[in-house]
C-alpha cells in the first residue's frame, strides 16, 4: 500500500495536464517500506529527456542524482517514481516493465485518458531450480492508493 495525500496527488496530476501529449515524470519522497506501507511526503518534478516523450519517459541521471541528494538533504527516502500515460491506461506498459530497477518501490502513472492514477511496486525475486541455477522473477504488482 502507498500512501499519496491529496495535495501531492493533485499537484502530479496538474503537471500531468500540463505536459500532454508528453509524459511526465518525477520522483516520489517519504518513508519507505519494502513490503509494507510507504508514505509519500513531496514528489520532486524532473524533465522528461526521453528521445520520444510523447511515449516514453526518462529522467536524466544527474538531475536524479540531484534529486536523490535533495531527498537525502529533508531526511526522506525514495518511495518510488511517477509518470503520466497522456493517452493510456494507468498501468505499467511493457517498456516501463523493461526499464524498471527500483526493487520495492512504487512506479506511480497518472492516465489522463481516462483520468486514473494508479501505483504498482517493482517485486524482485530469486529462485534456485533444481540444478542450482539462481533465476530472477520480476513484475510489477498492484499496490492499493490511500490518501
Do not use: K
Request: hydrophobic share 30%; glycine share 6%.
Amino acid at each position: 500500500m502507498i500512501v499519496l495525500p491529496t495535495v501531492v496527488r493533485e499537484a502530479i496530476l496538474e503537471r500531468a495536464r500540463d505536459g500532454e501529449p508528453d509524459e511526465i515524470c518525477g520522483v516520489l519522497g517519504g518513508e519507505f517500506e519494502p513490503d509494507g506501507r510507504s508514505r509519500v511526503r513531496s514528489q520532486y518534478p524532473a524533465a522528461n529527456v526521453a528521445d520520444t516523450p510523447r511515449t516514453r519517459y526518462e529522467i536524466d541521471p544527474e538531475e536524479q542524482l540531484a534529486i536523490f541528494e535533495r531527498l537525502e538533504d529533508r531526511g526522506e527516502e525514495i518511495v518510488g517514481f511517477y509518470h503520466s500515460h497522456p493517452r493510456g491506461p494507468p498501468r505499467p506498459s511493457a517498456t516501463d516493465a523493461a526499464r524498471a530497477t527500483w526493487p520495492d518501490r512504487s512506479y506511480v502513472i497518472v492516465s489522463l485518458e481516462p483520468l486514473e492514477v494508479g501505483s504498482w511496486r517493482w517485486r524482485t525475486e530469486n529462485e534456485d531450480d533444481t540444478d542450482g541455477n539462481v533465476t530472477t522473477d520480476e513484475e510489477f504488482e498492484q499496490e492499493r492508493i490511500v490518501a
